[in-house]
């Protein structure tokens, strides 16, 4: 896909690549924050970007040398791809963790909105210490996507929000004049099973209870006295790691997921010394025939968009990290009908337990 800026042509692409061509590399909401700030005559030098998922505005923007917030393993690919793809060196950009007070201070920040408005809000606490006065914070959404909390959290940071006219069906928030804002703890707390609590930071998967897929997954788990060695992958606060070591304690488990939130949480949930942490969205740190038992709950949405291709992806790779006889346990939703998909690549697919809503696979 071709975007012209300032009479330059570029071609941005998505990582992982996709065969649904409806899946785009960006929305409008992006073109409309760049166009504003063009028509506004707002300054570029070195803005901060939020939630750019596969480089566009840090692309488009590098000769003015942006910050980019990085969540994820796969944006951090997406966008050095897309970099590369235009020549443009890598250092062009700093990548900021969404953990870290940035060092410098910035006068324009970028946000798209993301899906999680608590990210939002963790974004916006982030941010604002690291504005000067007169900045300006352009937040792009599509406009479907509006919530009233959207401007109720912006108006916790800031004394000026403004909303803009719809524009292709997307518009802006333009907050100006940050308020004082007490440091705050953003983490959520979420019991589990009666006896234990996990620990997230907001914009983690499942907010405000463990997953229902999850718990039909937690009841359901078979794991063996031979499961040495076990993978939790697109493992997120760590619950289901923490449901095999209740039954194997001494086993070397591997948490894997491409949120950087994901992972930084589920450390504060698993304290095994056996536990190994994986941020990446492949499991490419992995050797052939190396897990007894790989558990997951995967990943089929994306901020707005659902996606089987990654984790079709993901299941070709359990498949050469299994050892011989090893098992892959995962859950999904009935109406998925991900049996065919497993057929293809696995020679037992059984149904450990099924309940209306959710199935939970073994696969050998
Ligand atoms: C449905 S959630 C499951 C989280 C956790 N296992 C649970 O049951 O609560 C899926 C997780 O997959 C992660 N994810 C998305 N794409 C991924 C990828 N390519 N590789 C690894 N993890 C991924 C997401 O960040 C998210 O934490």
Redesign the pocket.
């Known amino acids: 896909m071709n975007f012209t800026y300032k009479g330059k042509s570029y071609s941005i692409d998505r990582y ?1 690549k996709s065969e649904n061509r409806s899946l785009k590399a960006w929305s409008t909401a992006d073109e409309h924050m760049l166009n504003y700030i063009v028509e506004n005559n707002i300054s570029l030098n070195k803005p901060i970007v939020y939630n750019d998922r596969f480089g566009f505005l840090s692309t488009v923007l590098s000769g003015q040398q942006p910050s980019t917030v990085i969540n ?1 393993k ?1 944006q951090e690919k997406a966008l050095e791809i897309n970099l590369s793809n235009h020549g443009v060196d890598l250092n062009n950009i700093s990548k900021i963790n969404p953990l870290d007070k940035p060092e410098t201070s910035f006068d324009l920040a970028l946000i798209k909105i993301p899906k999680s408005l608590e990210l939002f809000r963790m974004q916006l606490d982030q941010v604002h210490r690291s504005l000067d006065e007169n900045a300006v914070v352009v937040c792009g959404f599509m406009t479907k996507y509006f919530s009233r909390k959207i401007l109720d959290i912006a108006d916790d940071y800031f004394e000026q929000c403004e909303q803009s006219k719809a524009w292709k069906k997307s518009r802006l928030l333009i907050l100006k004049k940050k308020k004082n804002v007490d440091k705050q703890e953003l983490i959520n707390t979420i019991p589990f099973a009666d006896t234990k609590s996990f620990k997230q930071y907001y914009g ?3 907010a405000k209870n ?2 229902y ?2 718990q039909f ?1 937690a009841e359901n788990m078979d794991v063996r006295l031979s499961d040495n060695k076990i993978l ?9 790691a923490h449901v095999a070591l209740t039954k194997k304690p001494d086993a070397e488990i591997h948490l ?4 950087l939130l ?1 992972v930084a949480s589920s450390k504060m949930n698993i304290d095994s010394k056996k536990a190994h942490f994986h941020y ?3 499991l490419s740190d992995f050797e052939n025939n190396t897990f007894d038992l790989i558990i ?7 901020e707005h968009e659902t996606n089987i291709e ?1 984790s079709l ?2 299941f070709k790779e359990v498949k050469r990290c299994l050892k011989k006889g090893g098992s892959f346990q995962l859950v999904t939703s009935n109406h998925l009908n991900s049996k065919t998909h497993l057929y293809k690549l696995f020679h037992k697919v059984n149904i450990i337990a099924q309940n209306e809503k959710f199935v939970v696979y073994h696969c050998v």
Do not use: E, K, Q, R
């Open positions: 992982p994820f796969s983690v998967f499942s463990i997953d897929a999850t997954f939790d992958l697109a493992s997120g606060n760590g619950v289901l894997l997921d491409d949120s994901a990446n969205d492949t997951s709950n995967p990943p089929f949405h994306f990654v992806d993901l």
